[in-house]
């Protein structure tokens, strides 16, 4: 890929031509609300870069801002990319987050200009998986970043578009490492509730924002309920399923942690009709393989190891198989 082309170098994202439909120009707002779909006004053609008998990997979408372009042809250490569904894509080197819309605005056919934000000092790399670009609300003329280091330190940007005004706080983590931070989206791009923030120990986070008057930014770590019933569920499990194995460190590794949203029932708790949403639940994948669901203060865990073991074998290796010979571990 030649990145010292005039016309910018091509995103993974560039469509191939299509006729623009005349007569229509969106205005200002729906122009933002639209960044996340295919924009019929200015698209482009995409390089092939790859081709074979059976497939063909080609650019798709608007060429690369200048400094993004720059900044992955000088780059001398990891570099990692992510997209948001609000219509935004950054790239993280060193400790520069560089953010461009996916798409450009009006009708310039040119390369888009890029935001440049500094994220916390860190002794480990920064990784795009750790920084969240979102819209807080439908009149936001510019979405917020969230960008987290390793060791747990949050610094939150009310608007891209101001790398100076930000608000910055520390996790108690007590030595783990993040992992990712995760949110959920509505239709729009708009994130919905707080965003999560996950170790690669299966630490849960919770970081709400607040953009009145001075951008804050608040941390509370999901703990399991305390207490002597708290606990009764593992005892439980330890009472007819066993200790845990020596391998447990493995089992608590982070595979996948993913926000739901609330059930909606036909009845709310008196038996009257309606619709009744209840919290928003968040689903933890662990490589024990174990599942955790948190919902609200209530916290479900669910071993399968065993289970998935035994199903293997009665499918698979019956009669003589033994459900203790199966390894399964969640990836």
């Known amino acids: 890929m030649d990145f010292n082309n005039s016309g910018g170098m091509r995103s993974p994202f560039s469509p191939r031509v299509r006729q623009s439909i ?5 205005g200002l707002s729906s122009a933002k609300k639209n960044q996340g779909k295919l924009s019929s006004s200015a698209q482009y053609c995409g390089d092939v870069i790859y081709k074979t008998s059976l497939n063909i990997i080609e650019t798709y979408g608007a060429p690369l801002p200048v400094m993004v372009t720059e900044a992955l042809t000088f780059a001398s250490g990891d570099v ?94 007590a030595g783990q490492e993040c992992d990712r931070l995760v949110s959920r989206t509505d239709d729009e791009g708009v994130a919905v509730g707080s965003l999560l923030l996950a170790t690669t120990t299966c630490t849960l986070v919770r970081l709400q924002t607040s953009r009145e008057g001075r951008p804050t930014v608040t ?10 019933l708290g606990g009764i569920g593992r005892r439980v499990s330890l009472l007819f399923f066993g200790a845990m194995p020596s391998h447990a460190a493995a089992d608590t590794k982070l595979v996948g942690v993913v926000i739901l949203a609330g059930v909606q029932t036909s009845q709310n708790e008196e038996g009257v009709d309606g619709e009744v949403e209840s919290e928003e639940c968040v689903c933890l994948v662990a490589g024990g393989p174990l599942l955790q669901l948190w919902c609200g203060p209530e916290l479900h865990e669910h071993h399968l ?27």
Not at 22 to 26: C, M, V
Not at 219 to 228: A, H, I, V
């Open 219 to 228: 941390c509370q770590t999901l703990r399991p309920p305390s207490g002597w």
């Open 22 to 26: 005349a007569g229509r120009r969106p």
């Open 80 to 173: 990692s990319v992510s997209m948001s569904p609000c219509g935004w894509c950054w790239v993280v080197t060193g400790r520069r987050v560089l953010a461009w819309p996916r798409e450009t605005s009006g009708t310039s056919s040119g390369p888009t200009s890029a935001r440049e934000l500094i994220l916390p000092q860190t002794d480990l790399a920064h990784k795009a998986d750790l920084v969240l670009i979102f819209y807080e609300d439908n009149s936001q003329a510019m979405p917020a970043c969230v960008g987290v280091s390793p060791e747990g330190v949050v610094r939150y940007w009310a608007s891209v578009g101001q790398e100076g005004a930000y608000s910055e706080v520390p996790c108690e983590l």
């Open 305 to 331: 190891r065993r289970p998935l073991s035994e199903a293997l074998v009665r499918a698979h290796l019956a009669p003589a198989g033994e459900s203790g010979a199966v390894e399964v571990t969640a990836v």
